[in-house]
Nanobody
């Protein structure tokens, strides 16, 4: 059974940092690109970042470039999203996704507020 489980969300003040994790199971993790999406209040779900099989290629939404970093550990079947300099506009539910297998995680809430 293919499964993605996110963790690491929470409440953080503007300017703060969070690290999200997504643990994958049920497929050969190292054979797939992985991605993070988010959906803020009243917004459509949008791509935040994606990473290639071995992490050699990363892609970011313009809104997060220079602040967020996606990474992966294929030995642990885990993809990460390091989020720095967080802004209230980053408030959203963050989802891990395997686009090729069309599988979503359950999401983790990130709230940026003072």
């Amino acid at each position: 059974q293919v499964q993605l489980v996110e963790s690491g969300g929470g409440l953080v003040q503007p300017g703060g940092s969070l690290r999200l994790s997504c643990a994958a199971s049920g497929f050969t993790f190292s054979s797939y690109y992985m991605a993070w999406y988010r959906q803020g209040p009243g917004n459509e779900r949008e791509l935040v970042a994606s990473i290639s099989y071995t992490g050699g290629f990363e892609n970011y939404a313009d809104s997060v470039k220079g602040r967020f970093t996606i990474s992966r550990d294929n030995a642990k079947n885990t993809v990460y999203l390091q989020m720095n300099s967080l802004e209230p506009e980053d408030t959203a539910v963050y989802y891990c996704r395997n686009d090729a297998l069309k599988v979503w995680g359950q999401g983790t809430q990130v709230t940026v507020s003072s």
